[in-house]
């Protein structure tokens, strides 16, 4: 596809299951990122990928929170026993580079209400 | 989409004048700067950026300026249009060390007026 291509788009969980996000970034893209964006605020760094290596998950709020790109590509965000503070959109950026983080491409994100 | 924009500062302008957006960055120690654009239901878009060697970058029809000693970045539109309606975050990092996680700002929501 032409940009990081994030599904599902909107996602509404019971508090207490389990939810897995996928993201697609583009082509031949190095570098992922996953973001954390509550409502009405910027968006929070969450882990990083270099191909499939996993080289910071500082940001994971919790041991509730994984993520995987196991081939270097798609990754996967996981949230286990969901809570209602997870309520948040979730974005996937890549990057051709593994520098500064000027040619970030954001996906449109996916939505996840706990309820 | 839902409006992102709910409790963040913001600010309304009449179509074709000049708009200026703020941002107070927090580490002293970042040396690159970004200003992203957030629509409804879309994710953050580049606008521009600047290094910290810099103290002002333009681009088409934007302009940021940087201030190390206050901290203070400034996103400035020209001849704003309504297409310019969105939420607009200022990023740092620090290309010395984890340079591939950004800090963001809260936000500005922008209103274009017609």
């Known amino acids: 596809g032409a940009g990081v291509s994030q599904s599902p788009r909107y996602k509404v969980a019971k508090r207490g299951q389990d939810v897995a996000l996928r993201c697609d970034p583009i082509s031949g893209h190095v570098s992922l990122f996953w973001y954390q964006q509550a409502l009405g605020q910027g968006p929070e760094f969450l882990t990083y990928f270099q191909n499939e290596a996993q080289l910071d998950k500082s940001g994971l709020p919790s041991d509730r929170f994984f993520a995987e790109r196991p081939e270097g590509s798609v990754s996967t965000l996981k949230i286990q026993r969901t809570q209602q503070e997870d309520s948040a959109v979730y974005l996937c950026?890549?990057?051709?580079?593994?520098?500064?983080?000027?040619?970030?491409?954001f996906g449109q994100g996916t939505r996840l209400t706990v309820v | 989409g839902e409006n992102v924009g709910l409790h963040l500062p913001t600010l309304s302008v009449q179509e074709g004048d000049n708009s200026i957006i703020n941002c107070a960055y927090s580490n002293s120690a970042s040396d690159y700067f970004i200003w992203y654009k957030q629509e409804s239901g879309k994710g953050p878009q580049f606008i521009i950026d600047i290094r910290s060697n810099m103290d002002k970058r333009q681009g088409q029809r934007v302009t940021v300026l940087l201030n190390k000693t206050v901290k203070h970045l400034s996103l400035q539109i020209a001849a704003t249009q309504p297409g310019d309606s969105a939420v607009y975050f200022c990023?740092?990092?620090?290309?010395?060390?984890?340079?591939?996680?950004?800090?963001f700002g809260k936000g500005t929501l922008l209103t274009v007026n017609p």
């Open positions: 990023a740092e990092t620090n290309s010395g060390g984890s340079n591939y996680k950004l800090t």
């Open positions: 950026a890549s990057s051709p580079s593994t520098g500064p983080t000027t040619e970030a491409f």
